[in-house]
């Protein structure tokens, strides 16, 4: 008996959890009078394709994300400066909601000690990234020190990554980290991430002269988990930029790893992109943009595939993170009106080698043969009729015939997603 009312006062602690998360900030901002505070109501809808199987079959499916994002933000004293935002979302796919259905984050919260206008130091969940931003982009729990000096600044930190929520860090660097991606939330160990620490340290100067911006980094991360394909590396990151006449500006990053698995020689891995924008002068308020990316494979047994901290898209439909492939984009936007911006673009996939690279929506589809994975085109539109009110609608189609490395039967990937926020 006494084990099962036990159990029913824990299952009631966990539904009590996202009432709890807003009662604290709504405690935070009653309590100090010089906070500010709101709340962000995200929600969307989206209809698409989900591959299943082997690619002979699509089943066309409805989801629908709610998410609320209540947030606190103001001085505590004279050089402490509070931010913190969270969220609670539910789930609805295809003819069910989510289990659990709601779903608590601790979103970007920080805490930053203003030393002197040269130097700060910044406690709580925090946006890293590095240069190149290859290797590392998104939130980590730690502390990071700023110092500016000479038109530039320098940023140091420590950061680790086990109480992220699993979906939100996209950490999935071996094949351990992939199957607890997967897992479904049954217990509060399927929550979180990945446990990795990271060590930063990045230099930038925006000015570095009248039309030019430099930055540099080393990034260490070190995985903590149990098992035997844990994988720790390393990261020198490269970017530069540079405006040019006529509107134009183009940009150039890489980042330089190196890769160690327990029992291996240790690997050196690449990533490289370019990015061209033209401001296109005169007539309509228009942008066109070119970018390509590069990932090394696994070329031999020094030089292998680069194997990001974060897996991020690198596209809207078609979407495998960077690793063993190249991505060409090309991309416009248009300004019709004031609230009113459309914008389409089109990216095409080629993998570098047939063994390391994955694609977790129909790895079945793909051929033991080809390299050319196919094209994508995605058009959106934004519109922002108040300022505390914005909708999107995008929608596009990855065709894997336009290349040569799926099945013949692979069938054309679809989505389409309406967005709308509402903040108050």
């Not at 700060?120 to 020190?145: C, K, M, N, Y």
């Not at 196919?374 to 015939?401: I, K």
Request: glycine letters at 12%.
């Amino acid at each position: 008996m006494t084990n099962a009312v036990q159990t029913k006062k824990n299952a009631g602690g966990r539904k009590s959890r996202p009432v709890m998360l807003c009662a604290l900030f709504l405690f935070l901002a009653g309590a100090a009078g010089a906070l500010d505070f709101g709340m962000v109501l995200n929600q969307e809808a989206k209809a698409s394709n989900e591959i299943a199987g082997s690619g002979k079959t699509v089943n066309p499916g409805f989801f629908y994300t709610p998410v609320l994002r209540p947030w606190v933000s103001g001085p505590l004293g004279s050089r402490l400066n509070l931010y913190l935002s969270g969220s609670l979302s539910f789930d609805y796919e295809k003819d069910r909601w989510r289990a659990p259905a709601a779903l608590p984050q601790l979103d970007r919260s920080e805490l930053t000690w203003l030393v002197s206008p040269a130097l700060s130091f910044t406690l709580g969940r925090q946006h890293l990234e590095d240069p190149s931003t290859l290797a590392a982009s998104g939130l980590f729990d730690g502390l990071s020190g700023n110092f500016s000096a000479g038109g530039g600044r320098f940023t140091a930190g420590a950061y680790y990554s086990g109480f992220l929520y699993k979906k939100q860090a996209d950490i999935l660097m071996t094949g351990r980290d992939q199957s607890g991606y997967a897992q479904a939330i049954s217990s509060a160990a399927d929550y979180f991430a990945s446990r990795r620490v990271l060590a930063s340290f990045k230099w930038e100067n925006p000015g570095l002269g009248p039309s030019s911006s430099l930055a540099l980094g080393l990034l260490g991360q070190f995985d903590l988990n149990e098992g035997d394909d844990r994988l720790h590396s390393q990261f020198f990151s490269y970017r530069f930029g540079q405006r040019l006449p006529g509107g134009f500006s183009i940009e150039r990053a890489f980042s330089l790893g190196m890769e160690e698995k327990q029992g291996e020689l240790f690997r050196v891995a690449l990533a490289g992109l370019v990015r061209v924008n033209w401001l296109i002068p005169e007539g309509l308020d228009d942008r066109l943009g070119f970018r390509v990316v590069y990932s090394s494979h696994d070329f031999n047994e020094r030089l292998g595939p680069f194997i990001p901290v974060n897996s991020l898209p690198q596209g809207q439909v078609f979407s495998p993170a960077i690793g063993s492939m190249v991505v060409f984009k090309l991309d416009y936007s248009l300004r019709i009106l004031q609230t009113l911006s459309l914008g389409a673009e089109g990216s095409y996939f080629i993998r570098l080698d047939t063994q390391t690279f994955r694609d977790n929506g129909e790895p079945d589809a793909l051929k033991d043969t080809g390299n050319f994975l196919g094209g994508e085109f995605f058009g959106t539109a934004f519109w922002t009729p108040l300022p505390d009110v914005a909708l999107t609608f995008g929608g596009g189609a990855f065709f894997p015939r336009l290349g040569n490395a799926f099945i013949p039967e692979a069938k054309i990937r679809w989505k389409t997603v309406l967005g709308l926020i509402l903040s108050f």
